[in-house]
């Protein structure tokens, strides 16, 4: 079975830091594209930030500046450092992928999303 993990999610008060970080395992032949999204109450699941297996961070244009996506490779991991939070930063995130798995002697894409981390920042 192949599956994200997320974790770091918590409550903050608003200037404050939050790192997220998101763990690909199973069985599992190659992780492409990694990224974080989040979804605010009431409000559609937005992309914040994507990187493929070799590039360099892809942020959604109204993400840039407050937050930074990393990647461990040889892990399986990405993460996403959080800083100066605001209340609108509340949201459940979650991490999504592009993985080749090994699937019944061959391989097989999936494209999964982790269960999702809740990050709060209170006034």
């Known amino acids: 079975q192949v599956q994200l993990v997320e974790s770091g999610g918590g409550l903050v008060h608003t200037g404050g830091s939050l790192r997220l970080s998101c763990t690909a395992s199973?069985?599992?032949?190659?992780?492409?594209?990694m990224g974080w999204y989040r979804q605010a109450p009431g409000k559609q699941r937005e992309l914040i930030a994507t990187?493929?297996?070799?590039?360099?961070?892809t942020y959604a244009e109204s993400q840039k500046g407050r937050f930074t996506l990393s990647r461990d490779n040889a892990n399986n991991k990405v993460y996403l450092q959080m800083n100066s939070l605001k209340p609108d930063d509340t949201a459940v995130y979650y991490c999504?992928?592009?993985?080749?798995?090994?699937w019944g002697g061959g391989f097989r894409h999936l494209e999964l999303w982790g269960q999702g981390t809740s990050v709060t920042v209170s006034s």
């Open positions: 999504n992928a592009d993985i080749i798995a090994r």
């Open positions: 199973g069985s599992i032949f190659s992780v492409e594209k």
């Open positions: 990187i493929t297996s070799g590039g360099s961070p």
